[in-house]
């Protein structure tokens, strides 16, 4: 389905191909089509209409270089909007260097805050702090052994009464216990509940003030769809908050909701969490959350990482020597090393529009990529550059030094060997050979 | 949390027309052009579905049909609009006017799983659905085969206790072993209902993908018919990809009908409509609250009335 929306999309940009500015009527089948990447992502229907208007803005009257089509103008503008609007603030989680740091999670029921406040605590506690988890959710059954069960998988202690209803008060206790038992970071879990439910909106907001927590952070599913612009703002109005974690993004859910949270409250991702292992969680990159948004089978980022990557002189370079059949493991090398920039053979793949999506399932193993380096960088200059002086003992000496088998190097060069009679070959028939290039991959 | 039970359908329609209101009240204003205020009309329904969540694909195809109709039949009112719309909404959901489950039309035990992602709400609603099928006067057994989260076999002994009915523990650390005791006691012992918690697990996990049907071949080599129901559990909150995990799990197990939960709050579900909708599924139960009691049959001519009230 995905790659059915980046065809679409190509299809849209393709008809502003070769206008020389951007215009309303040569965009607006483009802007359409990414409206609709939007939505397929749960961006919600008014902030993907605040957003596509602001590109649109952006790109009407900009002047179309002759290197780039307006269609990858148009994404790239909006690439960068997205990448601007997610990352807007700084998302670094708050800590007292000194006295009493307390982290508040709220959220909706079931959006992963007792797993995510486990993982919390781990990263925490790595970091040389002192963690008390708190079992703040009275009312799921079981929640609090949840909490308990996980706190002890990490060695970090959990604190709950017994029998109390009370979350307040369990959430005003657990901070003295803190600090008597020398504690410095406290991570109270709370109940999940409804953004419509006052009851416990209010109770959210009497621990929130009784605490005054350092960071209080919402948690958030990243399957969550429309209806997280309603939620996100009602937590924001009654009880407020710092920042959000995005939980579950192990899955391939596009996320787009965290683009309307931050469209309607303004406040920054802090963490991501992905999986059931207690170490899943991660820092927030603006720019992958973009990419993701936009759909795996993102033309954006592979035009993006190709500008920034690939030297296109060294490219030609390459061509030249291939043709006159000059190429060496020195310049296998190079090569490798450019794809390697570029990101996982397999992520490369996907990046490309044109292919099928049974070949992106195949295993593309990017270990071979590393064998093959590293073995390339075990041999001398010399070697590198006239490789039929390789003899036994020279193979030997350069299995041991990379760490192979012999077996590898000497597929390797086979290999190589094989390339080079190819190369003659075709460069025989025709004049017209030239290795696959970023430039061929282009949308256009 | 007052949730007044029995009052869920007013309380389901309070929830779906929350932010309706202000929508509805621009209507009124004189078009002289027809086709202008077809467009108009589309424009507002669509904000409507897409904003419920239910895609731009199904949005795009009710519009279309609707607009034919509409100029075919040459009417003129907003209300005709809303009609046309609704009965097309409705023939989606046709499969999901679902009679009750009576004790008299099920095979004995009749064996129903439950899946989904993670916090979907499959331990809460196996509670309220042990409890309603209790309340029928069906004799239930719960078996927790989630023994993957932490302290879920307590949650669901928890709900067991109020619903008042067996439990086969989840133990042993096999969930195949603990769906294969609670079949076999459910055999042995004559119950006529069997719900099976499953752990959470997001459809991108192959491994756990592979527990399922598992757990499948353990209840039907156990007995044959079984599993009678496999009910994908899926958060009313979410969005598009539950697409995705309904073509997921439907890969794995013969998917028979779905539970929307957490609709009593303001998100409208239409991502489920959409999986009813593809996967000619029916809609079966709804989750709207926190109580065991929270739970109702899906009846479509309400979901859609609540969707568009004004």
Known sequence: ?444 | MAILPNLSFSKLKEGLSKTRGALFSKIGNVFSNKTIFIEDFSAQIEEILLESDFGVELTEKLLFAARKTFKDKNLNDFDDFITIIKNELLSELKLSSYPKLLKKNIAVPYVIILLGINGSGKTTTLGKLAHYYKTQNMKVIVGAADTFRAAANDQLKNWAVQANVEIVEGTMKDPSAVAFETVKLAVEQKFDIVLIDTAGRLHTNKNLMNELNKIQKVVSGLLTSAPHEVFLVIDGNSGQNAKIQALEFGNYLNLTGLIVTKLDGTAKGGAVIQIASNFKLPIKYIGIGEKIEDLEIFDPNNYIDALFSK
């Open chain 1, 1 to 444: 389905m995905l790659d059915e929306l980046t065809e679409k999309l190509e299809r849209a940009l393709k008809k502003i191909t070769g206008q020389g500015k951007i215009t309303e009527s040569n965009i607006s089948d483009t802007l359409r089509e990414i409206r609709r990447v939007l939505l397929d992502a749960d961006v919600n229907y008014k902030v993907a209409k605040q957003f596509i208007d602001n590109v649109k803005e952006k790109s009407l009257g900009k002047e179309v270089l002759t290197s780039v089509t307006p269609g990858q103008l148009i994404t790239k503008i909006l690439f960068d909007e997205l990448k601007e609007l997610l990352g807007r603030t700084g998302s670094e989680l708050k800590l007292n260097p000194s006295g009493l740091t307390v982290i508040m999670l709220i959220g909706l029921q079931g959006c992963g805050k007792t797993t995510f406040s486990a993982k919390l605590a781990k990263y925490l506690k790595n970091k040389k702090r002192n963690v008390l988890l708190v079992a703040a959710d009275v009312y799921r059954p079981a929640a609090i052994d949840q909490l308990k069960i996980l706190g002890a998988q990490i060695s970090v202690p959990v604190f709950s009464i017994d029998g109390s209803a009370e979350p307040v008060k369990i959430s005003v206790e657990a901070l003295k216990y803190a600090k008597e038992n020398g504690l410095n970071t406290v991570i109270i879990d709370t109940a999940g509940r409804l953004h419509v439910d006052d009851d416990m909106m209010n109770e959210a907001a009497e621990i929130k003030s009784k605490v005054n927590p350092t960071e209080t952070l919402f948690v958030v599913d990243s399957m969550t769809g429309q209806d997280a612009v309603n939620s996100a703002k009602a937590f924001h109005e009654k009880v407020d908050f710092d920042g959000v974690v995005l939980t579950k993004l192990d899955g391939d859910a596009r996320g787009g909701s965290v683009l309307s949270i931050r469209a309607v409250v303004d406040r920054p991702v802090k963490f991501v969490s992905l999986g059931e292992k207690l170490d899943s969680i991660e820092l927030f990159f603006p720019e992958r959350m973009a990419s993701r948004i936009l759909g795996k089978g993102d033309v954006v980022s592979l035009v993006e990482k190709a500008q920034l990557q690939f030297d296109e002189k060294e490219t030609e370079e390459l061509e030249k020597k291939f043709k006159e059949n000059r190429f060496d493991l020195d310049d296998f090398l190079k090569q490798i090393k450019m794809i390697k920039k570029m990101g996982s053979l397999k992520s490369l793949l996907a990046m490309i529009p044109g292919i099928s999506s049974s070949m992106k399932n195949t295993d593309v193993d990017d270990k071979k990529l590393v064998v093959v380096e590293s073995i390339i960088q075990s041999m001398t200059k010399d070697e590198r550059r006239n490789p039929k002086i390789l003899n036994g003992s020279r193979r030997k000496r350069i299995a041991k030094g990379s760490g192979n088998s012999i077996q590898d190097v000497n597929r390797l060069i086979k290999q190589f060997e094989q390339m080079h009679q190819m190369m003659k070959m075709l460069n025989k028939n025709s004049g017209k050979f030239s290795i696959p290039n970023i430039k061929n991959m282009r949308l256009n």
